[in-house]
């Protein structure tokens, strides 16, 4: 998989867009989320920016699957180690959170490829909230209703010296 600069705009998307195909199937709803957020522009990308991100991401991981169902078989834990300490900055990492937790919980089902990426950014960025308060199933449905901790902006966080 390719590298970007440390906190670079493409850095951050990337990991915003792992949450978008994580669970096999960007959906329009996941999307809209983003453009309402004008989340390219937050990350530092012209408007269209964020699509060829994804284009990218499916691209690097379509060549590490090599005939696997599915591309997030390639994304294991030191790969999402590697996507995570590209982003380092404790307000562009809050900011990729939230736009990865509106995305995830625009089509109000989180995926399990969701909650491994999302979880992965809270573990290695060390935030002190867990990622799921619950994943309980909604019984008219018999879908896992999402409701996710969002980062606190507030939460003292340990730096490494």
């Not at 089509?107 to 992965?120: I, P, R, S």
């Not at 309980?136 to 730096?159: C, G, K």
């Amino acid at each position: 998989m390719r590298s970007y600069p440390r906190n670079s705009p493409e850095a951050a998307a990337r990991i915003v867009s792992l949450v978008l195909i994580a669970d096999g199937d960007a959906s329009r709803a996941e999307f809209e989320a983003l453009d309402q957020l004008d989340a390219a522009k937050e990350l530092g990308l012209l408007a269209e920016g964020l699509t060829p991100i994804v284009r990218t991401l499916c691209e690097d991981l379509l060549m590490s699957t090599y005939g696997s169902a599915s591309m997030m078989s390639s994304v294991d834990e030191p790969s999402l180690a590697a996507l995570m300490a590209e982003v380092d900055e404790p307000q562009l990492q809050r900011k990729v959170l939230r736009l990865a937790l509106a995305a995830a919980s625009a089509d109000a089902y989180l995926a399990d490829g969701e909650a491994l990426v999302l979880d992965a950014a809270y573990r290695h960025w060390q935030f002190n909230s867990g990622l799921l308060k619950s994943r309980s199933v909604n019984s008219e449905t018999n879908n896992p209703a999402l409701t996710i901790a969002a980062p606190n902006a507030q939460t003292p966080r340990a730096h490494a010296a």
